[in-house]
T-cell receptor, first 113, second 116 residues
Framework: KNQVEQSPQSLIILEGKNCTLQCNYTVSPFSNLRWYKQDTGRGPVSLTI?????NTKSNGRYTATLDADTKQSSLHITASQLSDSASYICVVRGGTGGFKTIFGAGTRLFVKA | NAGVTQTPKFRVLKTGQSMTLLCAQD?????MYWYRQDPGMGLRLIHYSVGEGTTAKGEVPDGYNVSRLKKQNFLLGLESAAPSQTSVYFC???????????????FGQGTRLTVV
């Protein structure tokens, strides 16, 4: 069964600290993995996309990694800011023909001053 | 830059009432989608469309209908609302995934629907 599991469910960190969010998937065959940021009351916005051949990709203070062998991805946030408070959603595309898109339940991040 | 616009933003319905959610995109995207987001769950696909005049069922289509009469608009209808349809609904659009599997989906701001 194609699944995407994210951990932790929620996380509280102090402003300026780093954190890492995890995503494990069982989607096969794999096409790509995308991380979205969803602010409260808004729609998800893409942060980065990882394809099979990519191990790491950065977007400012966000760095995503992908291990296609173990089917794991992580999103590392450096020097967190209050504006990083949001839900982070891992989305995997794959399946036969690559047309299946599976959303994780998200990690809710709270950054405190 | 409007992107994907959903109306209304909030709505409260009584059980059995009907309503239509409107989604409009100005990016000339071929594909459009309707999702629902419930606490503790990932977004689930209700219906989608790969082009004007075409629609298809997603993962959780029961109780919903859709129409795509114009390329830029995708309507989601609830004929007889039930409390189980209380959720946040998101519309999204993208270029054809048949041309590019890595194409990005752009989301609207969501519609919070409560059925009492």
């Amino acid at each position: 069964k194609n699944q995407v599991e994210q951990s932790p469910q929620s996380l509280i960190i102090l402003e300026g600290k780093n954190c890492t969010l995890q995503c494990n998937y069982t989607v096969s065959p794999f096409s790509n993995l995308r991380w979205y940021k969803q602010d409260t009351g808004r729609g998800p916005v893409s942060l980065t996309i990882m394809t099979f051949s990519e191990n790491t990709k950065s977007n400012g203070r966000y760095t995503a990694t992908l291990d296609a062998d173990t089917k794991q991805s992580s999103l590392h946030i450096t020097a967190s800011q209050l504006s990083d408070s949001a839900s982070y959603i891992c989305v995997v595309r794959g399946g036969t023909g690559g047309f299946k898109t599976i959303f994780g339940a998200g990690t809710r991040l709270f950054v405190k001053a | 830059n409007a992107g994907v616009t959903q109306t209304p933003k909030f709505r409260v319905l009584k059980t059995g009432q009907s309503m239509t959610l409107l989604c409009a995109q100005d990016m000339n995207h071929e594909y459009m989608y309707w999702y629902r987001q419930d606490p503790g769950m990932g977004l689930r696909l209700i219906h989608y469309s790969v082009g004007e005049g075409t629609t298809a069922k997603g993962e959780v289509p029961d109780g919903y209908n859709v129409s795509r009469l114009k390329k830029q608009n995708f309507l989601l209808g609830l004929e007889s609302a039930a409390p189980s349809q209380t959720s946040v609904y998101f519309c999204a659009s993208s270029y054809s995934t048949r041309r590019d599997l890595n194409t990005e989906a752009f989301f609207g701001q969501g519609t919070r629907l409560t059925v009492v």
